[in-house]
């Protein structure tokens, strides 16, 4: 399938939640499945039924919409799996104002905490440098962002994004040691002797 190939950005999974008669931004959601993703996963299904009570829907209205549903998850995994550390939340782009960007980080990453509390909150065994900056993240959530477009705007909501992309990856690379940024041990899966993710500044 094409379009499983296709990069997907924030403004085609938006024209889907607009085909269905949703002006919600997806990043919310994105959040919550960057979270999932890294915590324990979500399958196709699962994702799909989630999406789809946001949505108001019992399923897509098309197979092409459900296709672009099913590669958001597809490529937020294989994004955050990735060695090249690629991985970026599905944000709005320069297409939108400034305010509009810093307004979707908010809602991104009210979406990933909420996940987080949802699934007990932080666990004892998280790293000191991955609780520090989901302790940043919370205080994003209730800042009033209302930004001017100009540079140093711009240069510091360009560091908070990059703030959120550090927490998921970190958050994944915790929960799945021998993914990316980690040594790998030929070991049964799952054993404890996996080296732990190195931390990420």
């Keep these: 399938m094409s379009l499983i190939d296709e990069q997907l950005d924030f403004s085609r999974v938006a024209d889907t939640f607009l085909a269905h008669g949703s002006m919600q931004s997806p ?17 196709a299904d699962t994702w799909l039924e ?26 937020a995994l294989d994004a955050l799996a990735a060695p090249e550390l690629n991985f970026e939340p599905l944000l709005p782009d320069d ?31 998280w790293s000191a440098a991955l609780r520090e900056v989901l302790e940043d993240l919370g205080s994003l959530v209730n ?22 992309r550090m927490a998921a990856m970190l958050l994944y690379t915790e929960q799945h040691p021998g993914q990316p940024q980690v040594e790998r041990v030929e070991n049964s899966e799952g054993d404890d002797a996996i080296t732990p993710p190195s931390q990420t500044h």
């Design 95 to 125: 297409l939108f104002s400034l305010a509009e960007r810093a307004h979707g980080l908010q809602e991104w990453t009210q979406g990933f905490l909420e996940a987080i509390v949802e699934a007990g909150g932080q666990s004892d065994d």
């Design 50 to 75: 989630e999406v789809c009570a946001t949505l108001g829907v019992e399923q897509p209205h098309s197979r092409e919409d459900g296709e672009v549903l099913l590669a958001w998850r597809r490529q």
């Design 143 to 164: 800042l009033e962002i209302e930004l001017e477009d100009n540079a140093e705007n711009e240069n510091d909501l360009f560091a908070l994004t990059e703030h959120a």
């Design 27 to 43: 990043a919310f959601l994105d959040g919550r499945l960057c979270a999932r993703l890294a915590l324990a996963d979500i399958t």
